[in-house]
């Protein structure tokens, strides 16, 4: 803990060193914050690339979510995996980060933008799963299964959100910025809270290994939009709004 507190220490001292030429606009020029609220809403709302990644990550944070609050649980308590062990599996995934970071534009310019974000949510729901199949092995399998999967997703988390977030900014005109990354997240993380929710409802239902196993699922459906509209064929994402 104290070590994260460091780095964040860190990370805040980097940040005074980024200089920017952004001024807020003249208090005459603002509206009122529900006039501004509902336009960020009717933006996102109106352009289709937006409206299918806001399914998509909405749809992957739901599942992902799901696993995730009670994974710790159950491979601790169920399977039996050392405390260590997992704290191990954790750390690895920051290697899928930093591959995801390292290689996200060689990817998109090699695949093309829409087939970078279909393969990552592909290769996203795939992890994911993992995680739910890996509490079903042998206890000996269980940690290799764990350090696939928590690489994998983190990978694929990395390299789809550099590529969308790109594509999403670049897409919405200066002074909507902000109007529009606050209505996404509203939702894509707004579900956040749900979905533990349902976790731990579902957990006292039906177990909380199945309760991975629906988790899996619909994570799977997080990439249903990308093969199902033209973005995901596209090798370059619309610059202007549509």
């Known amino acids: 803990m104290v070590i994260n507190a460091v780095g964040f220490a860190w990370s805040a ?12 606009r ?12 509902r336009e960020g809403i009717v933006f996102v709302a109106g352009q289709p690339l937006l409206r299918v990644l806001v399914v998509s990550t909405a749809l992957s944070n739901l599942g992902s979510t799901i696993i995730f609050t009670l994974l710790t649980l159950v491979v601790l308590r169920d399977v039996g995996l050392a405390p260590e062990l997992l704290g191990f599996m954790f750390s690895a995934g920051a290697v899928g980060g930093i591959a995801g970071a390292l290689f996200a534009s060689r990817i998109a310019e090699r695949l093309g933008e829409g087939p970078t974000l279909r393969a990552s949510t592909l290769l996203g729901a ?6 739910a199949v890996a509490t079903f092995l042998p206890v000996s ?6 350090l696939v999967a928590e690489c994998t997703t983190s990978l694929a988390v990395v390299v789809f959100n550099m590529v969308q977030v790109t594509a999403r900014q670049r897409l919405c005109p200066a002074p909507l910025l902000g109007r529009m990354n606050a209505s996404i997240r509203f939702v894509v993380w707004g579900i956040m809270p749900v979905a533990s929710l349902t976790a731990g409802w579902l957990g006292a239902v039906i177990g ?6 629906v988790g899996a699922l619909v994570q799977v459906l ?15 994402l619309p610059r202007h709004p549509e």
């Not at 795939?126 to 995680?131: E, H, L, M, N, P």
């Not at 399998?141 to 764990?146: I, T």
């Not at 909380?208 to 196993?213: E, S």
């Open 26 to 37: 003249p208090s005459s020029e603002r509206q009122n914050l529900l006039v501004e609220i």
């Open 222 to 236: 997080s990439a249903v939009p990308f093969l199902v509209s033209r973005y995901g064929s596209q090798r370059e």
């Open 141 to 146: 399998a269980v940690l290799p299964a764990l």
């Open 126 to 131: 795939a992890g994911i799963a993992v995680f």
């Open 208 to 213: 909380a290994r199945p309760t991975l196993v």
């Open 13 to 24: 001292l980097l940040l005074l060193f980024i200089r920017d030429e952004e001024r807020p």
